[in-house]
């Protein structure tokens, strides 16, 4: 099955814009990217297809700043979509490259790995990862400190993020689940790709855990996921706290617990 397909990636460009406070928005169409200005240089999540991070480089150039000013690019999983771009940036940064300790070797050297053949392409865009994250690390970086939490299912080593956000209407918490796809758990997927069944079961725990964390605004690895291009209409009509919905996160989280019940009754 071929999602679509990254002939034409001009067609995935959007602008870049500002979610809140020190927030903001360099992704395209197709799958999100997020920069943390922290006051003491930037923290950018997830990279996009190696076909795009030219759009989110200069998207980071339209809003001010530069890639040179990263110090931490944090992925949400070793899929092609959100660390295919790493490897050019990492020409571009002295960052330090972080991603679940379990998706290290995708991002190395393990391509059959990164999906790539969901969007018809060979992933060869290697990076060495600086730093595997462990459930309940912490990045501080300026003003922010990034809470890494260990949400194993979508990949064994998706992580999900959490961080505090500032600006003239106050602080909100930022929490972002690094990866909701349940389609990587059907049988046949998990034996082609060498994974364990009990990613299922890592999936609904992974799911329960994140019910501990209160988030103010929700974010995800695809716009449609979290409805970013409506609540971005919403935010240009004027309402600046179009992103912050305290009441969304909980409803989210009940909503992937349903999906995942639908598809895989116990
Ligand atoms: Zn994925």
């Keep these: ?3 679509r397909k990254l002939e034409e990636p001009w067609r995935f460009y959007v602008e870049p814009f500002c979610v809140y406070g020190n927030l903001y928005s360099v992704g395209n169409r197709g799958v999100c990217s997020w920069l943390i200005d922290t006051g003491d240089g930037l923290i950018l999540i997830d990279t996009t297809f190696p076909q795009t991070v030219y759009q989110t480089v200069d998207s980071i150039y339209r809003l001010g700043f530069a890639p040179a000013d990263i110090r931490y690019v944090l992925h949400t999983h070793g899929h092609c979509d959100h660390m295919g771009g ?3 940036m990492r020409d571009l940064t002295q960052a330090t490259f972080c991603i679940g300790a379990e998706d290290v070797d995708v991002c190395e050297h393990r391509g059959e790995m990164s999906e790539a053949e969901l969007y018809d392409m060979n992933f060869t865009a290697y990076f060495t990862v600086d730093k595997a994250l462990r459930d309940g690390d912490t990045l501080t970086l300026g003003n922010t400190e990034v809470l890494c939490v260990h949400t194993p299912g979508h ?3 998706t992580m999900s993020y959490f961080f505090d956000i500032t600006g003239e209407q106050g602080s909100f918490r930022v929490g972002m689940q690094g990866g909701p796809g349940i389609h990587t758990l059907v049988d046949d997927y998990l034996a082609a790709h060498d994974l364990p069944k009990s990613l299922r079961a890592s999936y609904i725990e992974s799911v329960a855990r994140l019910r501990q964390e209160r988030v103010d605004i929700h974010l995800t690895g695809h716009p449609g996921q979290s409805r970013i291009f409506p609540r971005k209409a919403t935010l240009d009509e004027g309402d600046s706290l ?3 919905d305290p009441g969304r ?6 909503y992937l617990e349903s999906c995942f019940r ?4 116990a």
Excluded: C, H, N, Q
């Design 155 to 157: 990949t064994p080593g």
């Design 249 to 254: 996160w909980p409803k989210y989280l009940d």
């Design 1 to 3: 099955m071929t999602i």
């Design 86 to 88: 790493s490897r050019s």
């Design 242 to 244: 179009a992103f912050v």
């Design 262 to 265: 639908d598809e895989y009754p």
